[in-house]
């Protein structure tokens, strides 16, 4: 039998570089900023942006594939 694997996205893999886990992630300023400046560009989970009150720009995301970068 075949497994799919599924690769992480960029935001997935700035969490796992910081540390983080689901409950540390709001708190973390160095994930905030990251997110700040990759909105953009990356999925960012919207109960993050909304609970940063991030608004996204969809006119600017490069047209790539997230999991790529």
């Known amino acids: 039998m075949a497994y799919l694997s599924t690769l992480a996205t960029a935001f997935e893999r700035q969490v796992r570089k910081l540390g983080l886990d689901e409950r540390t992630c709001v ?19 919207q109960r993050l942006l909304e609970i940063w009150k991030m608004a996204v720009n969809p006119s600017l995301a490069p047209d790539r594939n997230d999991s790529a970068a």
């Open 27 to 45: 708190a973390s300023k160095v994930l905030r900023l990251w997110c700040e400046e990759n909105k953009d560009c990356y999925h960012i989970p």
